[in-house]
C-alpha cells in the first residue's frame, strides 16, 4: 500500500522487496530476546553477536547513524 | 551444539496443537511460571536467510491464531536447554505477562514514511522553539535541545494527518525516526485490534495519498514483534 500521485489500486504488502525489509526488520530487529548473545551458523562458521542492529536498506540500501552530541 | 529453539511466549491456558517449526521439528510448550514459551529442538541454530525468516514467520503467525495473545520472539532465540527457559521465564513473567495483555486480541501494521524525491530536509523546527530557546539559558538550552531530538526520534510529523486519522484504532504505538539523510524519514508500527484490519486499510489508503512531500506504504497485519518487551536476557 503507498500514497503519492494518483495510481494503481493500493495494496498490502507491496512489492517483494518491501515485504523482505519488514520481515528483516521484524524478525532480527524487534521480538521477544531470551539470549544475550544470539549465534548464528553460517556456511560453518560460529557468528556470535552480543547485540544485534539492523540498518534498514530502503531505496538508499544504507543509512549511516546520526551523531546526535 | 543442540538447543531449544524459542518462537513465541503465551499466557497460561488450554494446549493447543502446535505443529513443526521452521526445520520441520516438533514443538512443545515449556512453562514457566505464569506463562509459556513455545519451543523446539534444533541441532545447531538456523542462519538468518531469507527461506529460514519467512519460515519462521510462518510457525509465529499459525500460534498467534491459537492462543489470545502471543509475543513473537526474535529470530536466532536459541537456548541450551529446558531448564534455562524455565528460569528465563520464570523469572521474567510479570513482565511478559503485562505485555501479554497488551498485544491480547492485537495484529501489527507497520507504515514506512520516505521522503519525496526531492524533499531529503529533516523535520522542521518550529520557529516558536528557537524563539523560547534563545531566551533562555545555556543549562536550559542544553536539556530543551535534547528533549526535542528525543521527540523528534519519535516523531513523524509529516504524516500527522494520518496519525490524527487512525488515532481511534490504535492501542499503542512505536514510532522511529530514521537516522542519516536518506529517503526513508521514519517507521510507525502500529498495534490494533485484530478485526480492525480493513478499517485501517482504509483509512490508509484514503489519507495517505493527500499527505505532501512524503510517500508512504503500509504492510501488515503481522504479529505483534515491535511490542515485545524488552527484557533482561
Known amino acids: 500500500m503507498s500514497s503519492g500521485p494518483p495510481g494503481p489500486s493500493l495494496a498490502l504488502l507491496e512489492g517483494t522487496e518491501n515485504s523482505l525489509l519488514d520481515l528483516v526488520d521484524n524478525l532480527l530487529n524487534r521480538g521477544v530476546v531470551l539470549s544475550g548473545e544470539v549465534i548464528f551458523g553460517l556456511a560453518g562458521v560460529d557468528l556470535i553477536y552480543a547485540r544485534l542492529s539492523l540498518v534498514l536498506a530502503a531505496a538508499d540500501r544504507v543509512l549511516p547513524k546520526e551523531d546526535l552530541e | ?233
Do not use: N
Open chain 2, 1 to 233: 551444539m543442540s538447543g531449544l529453539y524459542v518462537y513465541g511466549i503465551a499466557g497460561a491456558g488450554i494446549a493447543a496443537p502446535l505443529g513443526g517449526g521452521l526445520a520441520g521439528e516438533p514443538l512443545r510448550w515449556v512453562a514457566g511460571g505464569a506463562v509459556r514459551a513455545v519451543a523446539g529442538e534444533l541441532a545447531e541454530p538456523p542462519a538468518p536467510a531469507p527461506a529460514a525468516l519467512a519460515a519462521h514467520d510462518a510457525a509465529v503467525r499459525r500460534l498467534a491464531a491459537q492462543v489470545p495473545a502471543l509475543l513473537p520472539a526474535r529470530f536466532g532465540q536459541f537456548l541450551p536447554d529446558e531448564h534455562t527457559l524455565r528460569h528465563w521465564l520464570t523469572a521474567h513473567a510479570r513482565e511478559l505477562t503485562a505485555a501479554l495483555e497488551r498485544v491480547a486480541g492485537c495484529v501489527q501494521m507497520t507504515l514506512r514514511v520516505f521522503a519525496a524525491a526531492a524533499a531529503t530536509a529533516a523535520a522542521p523546527v518550529e520557529a516558536e522553539e528557537i524563539a523560547a530557546a534563545a531566551e533562555a539559558g545555556p543549562g536550559t538550552r542544553y536539556m530543551e535541545r535534547r528533549r526535542r531530538e528525543v521527540e523528534r526520534l519519535h516523531s513523524l510529523p509529516e504524516i500527522a494527518a494520518l496519525r490524527e486519522a487512525l488515532r481511534p484504532l490504535l492501542r499503542d504505538e512505536r514510532i522511529e525516526r530514521a537516522a542519516g539523510p536518506g529517503r526513508l524519514r521514519g517507521t510507525a508500527y502500529d498495534l490494533i485490534a485484530g478485526g480492525e484490519v480493513a478499517e485501517y486499510s482504509r483509512i490508509v489508503a484514503a489519507t495517505a495519498p493527500r499527505l505532501t512531500g512524503c510517500r508512504v506504504t503500509a504492510s501488515g497485519p503481522w504479529p505483534p514483534y515491535a511490542f515485545a518487551p524488552r527484557v533482561p536476557a
